[in-house]
C-alpha cells in the first residue's frame, strides 16, 4: 500500500500547454528552495510548471524567454539556433504523451535549475519514525535509481545506527509528488538481512541501487544494515506488483561497505566495483561473475580504492567509469580491458593519484577533473544527447565533453549550494530520458530539483 502527498501548488489547468505564462514565487528558506514554484491546483492533466526563475536567471514570463518558447535558446544555451520543439512523447521517443508539468520541463532553457515547490520526501515519512530517521533515509550515504517504466526516481536507504526505515519511496515525474511505495518493518526488528517479517533491512545504499530495465525491477546489493551496522551481501530485487525479492545469491570477495554499480541496459547486466574487484551481476541467469581481482598488481593499488564513488555507463561507447573518493577508472565492455591510460583529461582541475600507487610509478596519472574525481559520492550520470558525463556535487554541475575530453564548469544558478555532508549523492542525480533533464533529491527537507542541460530534446 502506498502513502502519497498530493500537489499542493503544483498545477493552474490551461486550455492550451504552449500558452503557459510562469510567475515568479520566491523562498528565501533555503538556496535549493530559491527557485520558482508552480501555481496552485490539483490535477496534473493539462497543466503548467510555474514560473522557472533560478536565482535570477533563466525564464520569468512568456514574454521573455521561457520554458515554452523552444526558439528563444538555442541546445546549448547560446541563442544561436532553435531547437526541434519537443513532440508529444517526449525526447524518449516513446511511451505515454508527456504531461504538462514534463512537458514545461522539457522546454526549460539549456543550463537551467528548476525547483519544484512542495515536494520534499518528508511529507510521506512513516509518522512513527524520528526527526532523524526520517532525514537518514536520504542523508546517510543513500543512493537511489530511475525507474523509466513506471517514471519514478527509487529511494531507500537509512541503516546502520541512523534509521531503521526500510521503506521504499518514489518521486513521481509526470505528478511530482512522492509516495511510499512500501510500509516500514517495525524498528525492533534489526541486526538481520531480510528481516523476520521477510524485507530488506534498511541500511546505508551507497551507489548500490540500479533499476534493471530488462527484467523491470529495482536491483539492490550491498550496504551498511540497521542497526549493528554489519555489511549486507544480499541481493535483492523489487517489484512494484510482487514488493522485493531476496535472490540468493551474493558477489565473490564482497565484504567491504565502499562499493558503487553501474547498470548497462545493452546488455542487462549490472557491474559493481569495491575495493577487492570488478564484478558483474546478470539478473536473467541470476549469477555474479568476478571480471577483475583489483588484489594484486597492475591493478593493485590503483584500483583497490576504498570510498564512496559513482558508476555509470557511456552507452555510447561501451565504456564503463567508476568517479569519486579518488577513484578514476574506465573499462571497455566491449573487450573487457582497463582504458583509464586513453581518458586523460583537461580542466576542472588537476588530480594525480601519487599517493595511492607510491612505489608503483607506472600505475600514475595526472588528468583533470578533480572537482568530481576527489568528491565523495559525486552523483555523475550519461547524458546521451549531448554525448557527456554531466556530475554534479554541490553547486554548479560539471560536464565531461567526451568528444574533447574537457571538463566545463556549468551554471549554478539556483542549485542547491552543497551536497549532503554525510555520503555524497551518488544515484540520486539522475539523467531523464524522457524529458532530457536531471534530476537530483538532495535532502528530505529539500524539494526536488531539475537541470536542464541542453535544451529541449538535446543537440
Partial sequence: ????????????????????????????????????????????????????????A????????????????????????????????????????????????????????WTAADTKLRAVCPPDRSDYMCRSVVGAWSGGAWDPVHRQMLIFGGGHGDSSDNSLYAFDLGTLTWARLTEPSPAEMKDADPLPDGQPASRHTYDGLQYLAGAQRLFAWGGSQWQNGGITNR????????????????????????????????????????????????????????????????????????????????????????????LYLVYDLANGVHVTDEWITEGGGEFTNAAAVAGHDEQLIHTGGAAIIEA???GVDYDPKADALVAWAGGAPWRLDLESKTWIELSADGAPVAAQESGGTYGRWRYVPRVNAFLLVNDVDQDVVFYKHSAACGP
Fill in 376 to 378: 565523495t559520492g559525486p
Fill in 235 to 326: 541481493t535483492w530485487l523489487f517489484d512494484h506488483d510482487a514488493g522485493w525479492h531476496d535472490t540468493g545469491v551474493q558477489p565473490p570477495m564482497s565484504f567491504t561497505y565502499a562499493h558503487a554499480t553501474a547498470y548497462d541496459p545493452g546488455t542487462d547486466r549490472v557491474f559493481m566495483h569495491h575495493d577487492y574487484g570488478l564484478h558483474v551481476y546478470e539478473p536473467a541467469a541470476n549469477t555474479w561473475t568476478t571480471l577483475q581481482d583489483y588484489g594484486v598488481p597492475p591493478y593493485w593499488p590503483r584500483y583497490s580504492i576504498s570510498g564512496d564513488y559513482r558508476g555509470v555507463v557511456d552507452t555510447s561507447r561501451d565504456l564503463l567509469w567508476f568517479i569519486g573518493a579518488r
Fill in 58 to 113: 533563466g525564464p520569468s514570463t512568456a514574454s521573455e524567454s521561457s520554458p515554452t518558447d523552444p526558439a528563444s535558446t538555442s541546445a546549448d544555451g547560446t541563442g544561436d539556433t532553435a531547437p526541434d520543439p519537443v513532440g508529444p512523447g517526449g525526447c524518449a521517443g516513446d511511451g505515454e504523451p508527456l504531461t504538462a508539468l514534463e512537458q514545461s520541463i522539457a522546454e526549460l532553457p539549456a543550463d537551467t535549475w
Fill in 1 to 56: 500500500m502506498s502513502t502519497r502527498i498530493s500537489p499542493l501548488r503544483h498545477l493552474l489547468a490551461i486550455a492550451t500547454l504552449g500558452a503557459c505564462s510562469p510567475g515568479a514565487d520566491e523562498d528565501s528558506a533555503s538556496t535549493a528552495d530559491a527557485a520558482s514554484s508552480p501555481s496552485d491546483g490539483e490535477s496534473s492533466s493539462g497543466a503548467s510548471a510555474g514560473s522557472t526563475t533560478t536565482g535570477g
